[in-house]
């Protein structure tokens, strides 16, 4: 089934050139099983809108595209997109492997994801805004009281606070996969600090300098103006009665494997990059040290965690925050995008109860499903989950970067054992979802094209109104087999195009 | 309007690229010397690496190079000074414009490399100008790319306080101590004078001022007083003193005391006359001008950098 001929048989503007053509052994590792085919379909026929790519990888030699791959991996390299390996004290710097061919998606396919991305964080802002004022949800027992309580991203500092506009999350990264059926489901909500979209953006531009003739023959939608539509996101949280608004992004610094996104969304946006020795509160009002003295600050676009945020108020060994800011923030003196304490909302646990939470709020069916989960703290799924450890996924609740997991099917019975001992001890702080096959797109490998597992995580910004710049990023498991997408755990990415049918 | 902290990077980048460049310059003339066997040219060649930090002692030439090329733990080394303009590159990325990053970044990678590859001992002409090839790209780049607002001053400032205060430390090793009259120089002298010259880029220029005839007294006047020559103490301070006063109009901090003590050192090398200088003690007069410089740093930085937040709290 995995021949070359098979393979390409079914390809039809191509039945011709591949007897003659030597480069159709490019594909004479590509294999489907049941996991759903970006490129082909079950009968081996090319998806239409991949025949344009599929003609171009026919005509190109493999010397070329490794030419290629290498000016991409030497573009990435020159421009400093980078992260910091932690514990390397000779400081290396990688990459973040990058794919060329991109992934395609259809302006069909995306307008669902768009309008069901729409719908999910309109109901997630709602849903912060309840439980930390009325708890309304709740109180009718829609979602249990004591998840949200016990939820460790839960901020006591926030009941009440009156968060200008009602936006709690202003910026997500929604994590989706595509089930065999080719549906697309949300496996994981990011509304606390989601990185990456950088690599979007990065990858679209490397990918014009490689395949620049691609680009003439497909409708790609540009992707380029999210720094615009970021900063009018941030726009619209500016405080009552300040006009011209000083905007921030807040980083770690220099440190922070995201320090690269950082810098590139501030100078996107034009606003300056602060670190929190930068800024300082007094009486309840945010500055930043400036040649020209301080000058007052009223919108941070923070990619520090909660915990960091502020000495004062949460982990007092932090270096990271601004002494404080809590108090400034709540006295309405000054905006943060997320919000303090949104982390509630991406809780796995809490996830569950994202179609119930949809309904509730907005009396609509979702329009993107969830992964089947089982919460442990409930006995029925416990004892489920117990006895099926070696074909579900567990995950620790709080966790993410691909940390914290058991994939029953690749797992061992010693690691089995001890997530049976963990689940006993804390239920809460577990849930565990079916193994999914997450569909599989062509990547360029040492041994040709191969299908490679793939997720994708669209960037979505909630402010006067939502937008979803058409795209995202789309992670890549290079390792063969591998379901972890994670680039700390063997993880890639590629460019991801939505066409303008 | 800008960051203190971002401010004050600008101003490191220059800096220690200005450093990295001289100490490139440096090297690369000291090993000519050496493989020239110019008489007495040992102890012109010594005063080089000391004025970048390193003792010659019993260390050959080629080690001696290579410490001032790629000994990390060498403050005044290219490796560190690359290293550190490039980590301070890092921390203001969103003010600097991408060709601005993308060349330091590249000079850093290929700085790294070199010193990796670890046989550069055979073509130290060739590392060295490979450097001092990336830091004119970079300044060029610079010019030609980023707007030549505040941040751009920052540069600027960084810039020639390195350039005035190396010259001039530089010349510190050469000036004879206490009075004494240097018109008439030896031939060994000589020697030493026109590897000073080099070392400053500065022997062409020289000759088509002065010709040929290389004195210690013109020499001396040239990388001090001239008006002209771009790596002249005097030239630098003239545009020191020009872009902090351009900072001034930025900030809305006093930054009175920089610009006055810049204009200070500009003034009394304009007025200076070097057989004065000779016939006093030259070595007292570039100590003082070393000391003034870094006088201009601190007052730079409590201006704009360091200040104290009481006095910049809204009243």
């Known amino acids: 089934m995995s021949s070359q001929g098979s393979s390409l048989k079914l390809v039809p503007p191509l039945q011709s050139a591949r007897s003659e053509h030597p480069v159709s052994a490019f594909f004479s590792h590509y294999m489907l099983d049941s996991a759903y085919d970006e490129m082909f379909d079950a009968e081996w026929r090319a998806r239409p809108h991949y025949r344009a790519l599929i003609e171009e990888l026919l005509v190109t030699s493999p010397e070329v595209l490794r030419q290629r791959q290498l000016e991409a991996d030497r573009a990435f390299i020159t421009q400093g997109i980078t992260f910091t390996v932690y514990g390397d004290d000779q400081g290396t710097e990688r990459i973040f492997p990058f794919d060329l061919l991109p992934r395609i998606l259809t302006g069909r396919e995306w307008d669902t994801l768009e309008r069901g991305l729409a719908q999910r964080l309109t109901a997630v802002n709602l849903f912060l805004k309840d439980i930390y004022h009325e708890g ?250 117990l006895d099926h450890l070696d074909s579900l996924v567990v995950k620790a609740v709080g966790e993410s970067g691909g940390y914290g997991m058991l994939i029953g099917p690749h797992s061992t019975r010693q690691q089995r054992e001890e997530f049976r001992a963990q689940i006993l001890a804390s239920p809460r702080n577990y849930i565990a979802q079916p193994t999914l096959a997450f569909s599989r797109a062509a990547c360029f490998m040492e041994t040709g094209i191969e299908p490679r597992h793939i997720d994708l995580r669209p960037y979505v910004l909630f402010g006067d109104r939502v937008t979803t710049v058409p795209g995202g990023l789309t992670r890549v498991a290079l390792r063969k087999g591998s379901l972890v997408v994670n680039s700390s755990q063997g993880g890639g990415s590629k460019d991801t195009w939505v066409l303008a049918d | ?134 830091v004119r790209l970079f300044k060029g780049i610079t010019n030609g790319t980023m707007s030549h607002g505040e941040g751009w001053q920052y540069l600027q400032v960084g810039h020639y306080l390195e350039r005035s205060s190396a ?73 020191l003193e020009g872009a902090l006063r351009q900072l001034a109009r930025y900030s809305t901090r006093t930054g009175g005391r920089a610009e006055r003590l810049a204009g200070r050192l500009r003034a009394s090398l304009e007025y200076a006359q070097v057989d004065e200088i000779l016939n006093d003690d030259p070595q007292a007069y570039l100590t003082n001008i070393s000391r003034q410089c870094s006088q201009i740093h601190s007052a730079v930085h409590q201006s704009y950098v360091s200040y104290s937040i009481e006095s910049a709290l809204p009243a």
């Open chain 2, 167 to 239: 010259t001039a430390s530089l010349l510190t090793l050469f000036v004879p101590e206490g009075t004494g009259s240097m018109n008439m120089p030896e031939p060994r002298d000589q020697v030493e004078w026109v590897t000073l010259l080099e070392s400053c880029s500065a022997l062409e220029a020289y000759c088509r001022y002065y010709t040929a005839d290389v004195r210690a007294g013109r020499v001396t006047e040239f990388l001090l007083l001239n008006p002209e020559f771009p790596r002249s103490v005097r030239f630098s301070a003239v545009q």
């Open chain 1, 136 to 385: 309304r949800i709740l109180s009718e027992g829609v979602v249990p009281p004591d998840l949200v309580y016990s939820c460790r991203h839960y901020r006591r500092e926030m009941r009440g606070v009156r968060v200008h506009k009602d936006i709690y999350v202003s910026i997500a990264g929604t994590d989706l996969i595509r089930l065999e059926d080719g549906q697309f489901v949300v496996l994981e909500d990011n509304l606390r600090v989601p990185s990456g979209v950088s690599y979007m953006l990065a990858n679209r531009e490397v990918t014009k300098r490689v395949f620049p003739g691609l680009f003439t023959r497909y409708n790609v939608k540009p992707i380029a103006h999210y720094g615009q539509s970021l900063l009018a996101t941030l726009r619209t949280l500016t405080p009552a009665n300040r006009a011209e608004p000083t905007i921030v992004v807040l980083t770690p610094g220099v440190g922070n494997s995201a320090y690269f996104e950082h810098a590139f969304l501030a100078r996107e946006m034009g606003v300056p990059l602060v670190e929190g020795r930068d800024l300082l509160v007094y009486d309840n009002v945010v500055y930043m040290r400036t040649t020209s003295g301080l000058r007052r600050v009223d919108v941070i676009y923070r990619r520090v965690d909660d915990d960091f945020l502020d000495p004062l108020a949460f982990r007092a060994d932090s270096y990271l925050g601004v002494a404080g800011l809590l108090n400034a923030y709540r006295a309405g003196q000054v905006s943060l995008a997320n919000a303090i304490g949104t982390g509630v909302a991406d809780d796995k646990a809490v996830y569950a109860y994202l179609p119930a939470i949809i309904k509730f709020y907005l009396s609509e069916e979702p329009i993107l499903s969830n992964v089947q989960t089982y919460l442990l703290d409930n006995p029925s799924d416990r004892s489920y989950v």
């Open chain 2, 1 to 134: 309007m800008l960051l203190s902290r971002v401010a004050d990077s600008l101003y490191w980048i220059s800096r220690y690229l200005e450093r990295a460049e001289h100490s490139a310059r440096l090297v690369a003339v000291a090993v000519d010397q050496g493989l020239g066997r110019a008489p007495f040219a040992g102890s012109a060649v010594e005063r080089l690496y000391q004025s970048i930090g390193l003792e010659s002692g019993s260390q050959d030439l080629s080690a001696l190079a290579g410490g001032a090329l790629f000994d990390l733990t060498n403050r005044n080394s290219v490796v560190s000074g690359v290293t550190a303009a490039r980590e301070n590159a890092r921390q203001v990325r969103e003010e600097i414009s991408t060709p601005m990053w993308e060349q330091l970044n590249a000079l850093f990678l290929r700085t790294k490399q070199m010193r990796e590859e670890g046989s550069w001992g055979a073509r130290i002409h060739h590392v060295s100008r490979t450097i001092i090839d990336g």
